[in-house]
């Protein structure tokens, strides 16, 4: 699986070239067709034994990040977020900028400069700056433009079973649907590639009315909260209970028999899986199950602690059984489009 | 079809099954075609040869669903749609088995936190609440039906009045236009049900069918419809301004016919129209609403004057000669 080398590709919303040339050059051997859209999705087919029925496979390409938008007279950048950022955890985080990935720090001002108020409170991220070392705007001109993206600078690591990087979400997904078109299909099978998930569920708008299948998985990372401090009711997911299925997210209400049916086929294939328990956050399926007079879809996720920040953490045997678990799907596909 | 068994039907956003069923076997007696799509919508067909007309009514009531059970066998649980998280506590709740819950709080919850709230079904372990109910099982409110000479009271009023009102205009209009009538899923977590179903009917004019805030209980907020003062013909809500040729044609068949009407102007809320009218390259969409108080409680309360008015309103568009 090539976890490793997606996550340290560059990929902020928009801008998602660099793991679109990865992911297309890894796939070309293994696909009948590639179409890259206008907004940027990979379209791969693998034809199926049988063309009667259509599936599509969904991961996204992007992560959340930074864009640029501001230079002072002084040479500091200002920016935006891209995505949904907790404005606490970027605080004193390197970032690399543009294509040259030029290291910055995103910045603000000390402790010993804020007043009491100040202390007590998260800044807002207009009030934060990249520090690119430039002394004058005209310094820090030369080496950076208004739009240029800023990402998350972190290495990737892994300690025993436990894999610590940003971008997790969702190059996971990405990983997953490099491996799965490698194998034999049943049925003609879209593995998309989706641009533009963090900022609204772009990409899979498009790429779905495309190629309008009669059902669609999305394979995901998701929220985890099993952490110090928190209530076990609360943790959405748990690290290392294995493939997280959805009943619902704010996007999505899954059918209760493509659920019901996930959680079956796991037990059966044992596969270790857990239910998300909590209405968070949304993905892909979002606009998939809406699109083009309704699809049936539902999501497979990998945990994530820490996710949309530099240093997620999501367990290897949670990623291997969400593989299976997509595996599962496609080879017993029958038993879903029932 | 009985206002009561209709109301009292289960039927959470994305779990329509029952109230599908039921709706279904009433809609065969009338349609030439009854059937459902990938997001669980119902729809029922009557052939004809004129304009392709939709009129759509949800089926789905607000509720929670389970997202925990602790070792003591309480539930924890979010909610589905709108629910009033404040006026939660010592609320019934009946799940699709006919198990039934009671709302609680933990006791430190001044804020009123949906978080801090629990379900608890009479069960002393884990064990014993797993045997009865699942994560990501839902649960609707219980609210008994009540008629009285002028008003009808029960949980899920809306939509289930919208609904009855569809079926008994679907048994009554005649005429050469080609109508779908069409029982959306998940409107209460936001249209989602309509967007996919005017994307496959693809009509030429639209109405949605769904229940009206009023303005006329004490020191309500200022909303100028009125229980038993007609039928509400949209003029707008926060999903949707009305095409004006579907709301003019409204009113003039109103005042044709005789059937008490008045305007609605809806600040709080949308409907279905509001996904209908973008579908692919838009579609002429308008309203026809029934007052009802006490919107997402357990004891909504319509007039039955305003239900018939409403009736023989969408009646008489469906029979109307484009």
Redesign the interface.
């Known amino acids: 699986m090539y976890l490793k080398e997606l996550c340290e590709l560059d990929g902020v919303s928009g801008a998602e070239n660099a793991v679109r040339s990865f992911i297309t050059d890894k796939i070309k051997p293994y696909a009948d067709s590639i179409t890259v859209d206008a907004i940027g999705n990979i379209i791969a087919l693998k034809k199926g034994k049988s063309s009667d029925k259509k599936v599509m496979l969904s991961a996204h390409t992007d992560e959340v990040g930074f864009i640029i938008s501001g230079i002072t007279d002084k040479g500091f950048l200002e920016f935006k977020t891209v995505g949904g950022i907790d404005t606490r955890v970027i605080i004193s985080k390197r970032v690399r900028i543009g294509k040259n990935k030029l290291s910055g720090v995103i910045a603000m001002k000390a402790i010993h400069l804020q007043d009491k108020s100040e202390r007590g409170k998260v800044p807002k991220v207009s009030s934060l700056y990249i520090d690119i070392g430039a002394k004058s705007r005209e310094e820090a001109e030369e080496h950076v433009s208004l739009g240029d993206y800023a990402v998350f600078d972190a290495d990737y690591e892994l300690y025993g079973d436990t894999v610590k990087s940003k971008a997790i979400d969702d190059r996971a997904g990405c990983a997953i649907l490099i491996e799965l078109i490698k194998k034999d299909v049943q049925y003609d099978t879209y593995f998309c590639f989706m641009a533009q998930e963090e900022v609204g569920l772009r990409g899979a708008k498009i790429a779905v009315a495309r190629v309008k299948p009669d059902i669609a998985l999305v394979v995901e990372a998701t929220t985890c909260a099993d952490v110090s401090g928190a209530e076990?009711?609360?943790y959405v997911t748990s690290l290392g209970k294995g493939a997280a299925v959805s009943?619902?997210d704010r996007s999505t209400?899954?059918?209760?028999d493509f659920?019901r049916n996930l959680l079956r086929v796991a037990s059966e294939e044992k596969i270790s899986v857990q239910?998300k328990?909590?209405?968070a956050g949304g993905n892909d399926a979002g606009a998939i199950?809406?699109?083009?007079?309704?699809?049936?879809c539902a999501s497979v996720s990998v945990p994530c602690r820490y996710i949309h920040s530099p240093c997620g953490i999501a367990a290897v045997s949670d990623i291997e059984a969400v593989y299976r678990l997509a595996d599962a799907f496609l080879n017993r596909i029958d038993e879903f489009l029932e | 079809m009985e206002m009561k068994a209709i109301t009292q039907c289960w039927g959470p956003s994305g779990r329509e099954g029952k109230i599908s069923e039921l709706i279904k076997s009433e809609a065969e007696k009338y349609a030439d075609e009854v059937y459902t799509d990938a997001l669980g919508n119902l729809i029922a067909h009557k052939k004809g040869s004129e304009k392709k007309i939709m009129l759509a009514a949800h089926m789905d009531e607000i509720g929670v669903v389970v997202t925990y059970i602790d070792e003591n066998g309480f539930l924890r649980f979010s909610n589905i749609g709108g629910v009033y998280i404040k006026r939660l506590l010592n609320r019934r709740v009946e799940f699709a088995n006919g198990v039934i819950g009671v709302i609680d709080t933990e006791s430190d919850n001044k804020e009123m936190k949906l978080s801090k709230m629990f379900i608890d079904i009479g069960a002393s372990t884990k064990a014993e609440a797993e045997s009865k109910v699942s994560v990501g099982d839902m649960a609707v409110f219980v609210g008994d039906y009540i008629e009285t000479d002028s008003v009808i009271i029960s949980k899920a009023l809306d939509n289930r009045i919208g609904c009855a009102a569809l079926l008994e205009v679907m048994e009554r209009a005649s005429g050469d236009n080609d109508v779908y009538f069409c029982f959306t899923a998940q409107e209460e977590v936001g249209l989602r049900g309509a967007k996919a179903v005017a994307y496959s009917v693809a009509p030429e004019y639209a109405l949605a069918v769904d229940v009206t805030d009023t303005g006329d209980t004490p020191s309500a907020d200022k909303m100028a419809v009125k229980l038993g003062g007609g039928a509400a013909v949209k003029v707008m809500d926060r999903s949707v301004i009305c095409n004006a040729d579907v709301r003019s044609l409204l009113i003039e068949l109103a005042k044709r016919d005789g059937i008490p009407y008045q305007l609605e102007v809806m600040t709080d809320g949308g409907t279905d129209a509001g996904a209908i009218h973008t579908s692919r390259d838009g579609v002429k969409t308008g309203g026809v609403s029934i007052p009802t108080r006490y919107i997402h409680s357990p004891s909504e309360m319509a007039s039955k004057a305003d239900y018939n008015a409403a009736v023989k309103l969408l009646t008489a568009f469906c029979e109307y000669k484009f």
């Open positions: 076990e009711k609360d009943f619902a209400i899954v059918r209760e659920y239910t328990m909590a209405l199950h809406l699109a083009v007079g309704g699809i049936k």
